[in-house]
T-cell receptor
Framework: DAKTTQPPSMDCAEGRAANLPCNHSTISGNEYVYWYRQIHSQGPQYIIHGLKNNETNEMASLIITEDRKSSTLILPHATLRDTAVYYCIVRVSHGGSQGNLIFGKGTKLSVKP | EPEVTQTPSHQVTQMGQEVILRCVPISNHLYFYWYRQILGQKVEFLVSFYNNEISEKSEIFDDQFSVERPDGSNFTLKIRSTKLEDSAMYFC??????????????FGDGTRLSIL
């Protein structure tokens, strides 16, 4: 099972920031938090990842709490094309793993005009 | 930007037939994966592959499934005798290093497999 908890759905107005929360209270010290999104049955698209520091790239920002038990993905200016299911994933942490991803149900973000 | 490409985009097959799904991972990547997504359900891990052998597989990946890297570029998933419940989107992914190396997996856009 996925080690993360996300709200099933969220709405955001176009042009506003979308803040997507994720709880991962059992995360281990060497596990990263990864965010992916899936637009209408396309392949999952990598967005961003981090360990403990906040991260930013051209797509989004990732804010990780100091205790690392939760994080927030921020899309600074959401557009209609950001409507998708967003997945928060922590690396599977058993010995010898090649890092396969465990997907949960994610958050369905709907960006509205 | 380099992409993972998958062919065909849609495959329709009679139950009991063999099917091969093809993937071309990103060229400098070393670790390869197959996932599937049944309509309306979660994305599920099937198998990971490195150095010409399976690294890890899920319970879904039974004896009907096999993977191969027949040449330097292609990575294939074969289902020997398809069942109705094999109908799903199949996604290939690749990464330069496993997550222990802090590298994300990049996914293709999938093959929709429909079993009749």
């Amino acid at each position: 099972d996925a080690k993360t908890t996300q709200p099933p759905s969220m709405d955001c107005a176009e042009g506003r920031a979308a803040n997507l929360p994720c709880n991962h209270s059992t995360i281990s010290g060497n596990e990263y938090v990864y965010w992916y999104r899936q637009i209408h049955s396309q392949g999952p698209q990598y967005i961003i990842h981090g360990l403990k520091n906040n991260e930013t790239n051209e797509m989004a920002s990732l804010i990780i709490t100091e205790d690392r038990k939760s994080s927030t993905l921020i899309l600074p200016h959401a557009t209609l094309r950001d409507t998708a299911v967003y997945y928060c994933i922590v690396r599977v942490s058993h010995g010898g793993s090649q890092g396969n991803l465990i997907f949960g149900k994610g958050t369905k973000l709907s960006v509205k005009p | 930007e380099p992409e993972v490409t998958q062919t065909p985009s849609h495959q329709v097959t009679q139950m009991g037939q063999e099917v091969i799904l093809r993937c071309v991972p990103i060229s400098n990547h070393l670790y390869f994966y197959w996932y599937r997504q049944i309509l309306g359900q979660k994305v599920e891990f099937l198998v990971s592959f490195y150095n010409n052998e399976i690294s890890e597989k899920s319970e879904i990946f039974d004896d009907q499934f096999s993977v191969e890297r027949p040449d330097g570029s292609n990575f294939t998933l074969k289902i020997r005798s398809t069942k109705l419940e094999d109908s799903a989107m199949y996604f290939c992914a690749s990464t330069a290093a496993p997550f222990g190396g802090n590298q994300p997996q990049h996914f293709g856009d999938g093959t929709r497999l429909s079993i009749l």
